[in-house]
C-alpha cells in the first residue's frame, strides 16, 4: 500500500514544535491584549469574490494563488489567503460600526495560498494580524506598527528592519500612474515578463521587482512620495514624526509597494536578514477604501499580518526558543496487578489536583518504566508494588538529584503540591 504523505507547502507541527507556536501565539495575545485589541475569528473559506474584490482581481494572490472550488450547490469558495478582507466582511455583515466608532481587531489563523513551496514559502501557512477599523488618523498608523514591533521585541528578537512608504490615495495615485506608465513605456522591452504584464494591471509593482534588469531600467523612475496630494504627505510626515517620537527605527522605501490592491497611504514590512529570500516578517498598510469596495460604509482602517513559520525560522537562528521540552510532574512507576490499578485511580485524583500525571501503558518492568520515566522529563517518580501498598506508603523519587523518600499514601497529595511549588 502506497504511503500517504502530507500536501506538498503543508506541514504537520509536530509535539516538540507545537510547544514553540502555543508559546509565540502566547505572547502574540499578551502583546496584542496589551494595545486593547479584541480577537476575531473568521471562517476558513469564504465566497470567492470576497477575495477578488478585497485583494485585486490583477494581483497574483486572486490570479493565480488562490484554493477556489465549487462546493455541492455550485458555489464558488476560497481558502482565505489573507484575513484583512474576512475582517472587514464580518464588521460590516455585524454593522459592527454602529455599536462603536472604532474597532481594534487581531486574529491567528491558518490562511492558503497556491506558491511554489520553498524555505518560508509555504501553501498553508499561519499569521498573526490585526485591524484596526474606523480611524484615518495617523496615529492608528502608528498604534499598528508599534503593536508589530513590540510582539517581535517581546520575543527578543533585535535584527529585523522597518520599512515604510506611502502609495497615496484615489487623488494623487492616477495621475501618478500615468507618469510612471509615461516614463517605463520606453522601456518597456526591457523589462522582465511578470514586470510587461504588470505594466497595464498595476504598473507601481514594477517598482517592487527584484530583478536586476527591471531595477536598472526604473532607477531613474518618478516616485509617488514626490507627487503625493497635500493630505497624503501630511499624514505621511505625522507617520514618521510619531514612529520618531516612540524610538522605533525605520527606513523610508519609497520603492515598497505591496501585493495587495487595496492599500492606501501608508505601506510597510518588516524585515529580517535571517531569512533568506522570503525576508519579509510582516507587513501591513491603510486601506481606507476596502469597507466600502465590500459594501460598507466608509470606514478608514489600517493593520498588518505576519507569518508565524517564518518568525519561528528567524527566533530560532538566533537561539530564542531554548527549552520549551518539559516533562510531566509524576510519573507512576507500578510493580503488580494492584499497584497498577492504583495507578490509575492516583493518576486521576493528582491530575484532578492539577497535576501533569502520566504511567505506564505497556505491562513493562520496573526498571524499563523508570528508564521511561527518565525520557519523559518528569520531575518526580512514584514508585509502588504490593508491599508499598499494603504499608500505605509509595517512594518518591526527584528524577533530577536521584534523592529519595518514602510518603504516606494519606499525605500523597499535598506533599508532591509541596515539592511541585503548586497551591494545595
Ligand atoms: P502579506 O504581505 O500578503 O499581507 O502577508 C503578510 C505576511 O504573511 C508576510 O509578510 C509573510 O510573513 C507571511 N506570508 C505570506 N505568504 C506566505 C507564504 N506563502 N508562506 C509563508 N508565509 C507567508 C497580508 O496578508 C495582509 N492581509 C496584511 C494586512 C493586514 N494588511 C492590512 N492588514
Redesign the pocket.
Known sequence: MPKFQRIKGTHDILPQDARKWRYVEGVVQEVMQRYNFDEIRTPIFEETALFARGIGQLTD?VSKEMYTFLDRGKKSLTLKP???APVIRAFIEHSLGEKKPVHKLYYISP?F?Q?NPQA????Q?H?F?A?LVGSAAPEADVETIALAVDIYEQLGLKKYTLKINSVGDATCRAPYKERLKDYLRPRLDKLCRSCQERFDKNPLRILDCKEEGCRAETAEAPLIIDHLCEDCHAHFEAVKSLLSRLGIAFEVDHRLV???DY?TRTAF?ILSGALGA?N??????R?DLLAEELGGKPTPS??????I??LLMVLEKENLLSDFDSGPDVFIATLGEEARRWAVQTARQLRQRGLRVDYDFLGRSLKAQMKEANRSGARFALIVGENELQARKVVLRNLSSSEQETVAIDSLVGELEARLGKPG
Request: charge should be neutral; glycine fraction near 28%.
Open positions: 494572490i489573507e484575513g484583512t490562511m495560498r506558491e518560508g514559502r509555504l501553501r501557512f499569521q494580524g485591524e505591496r501585493g495587495l492599500y514590512e522570503q519579509a516578517l510582516g507587513g501591513g498598510g486601506y489600517v493593520g498588518f499580518a505576519a507569518g513559520e517564518r
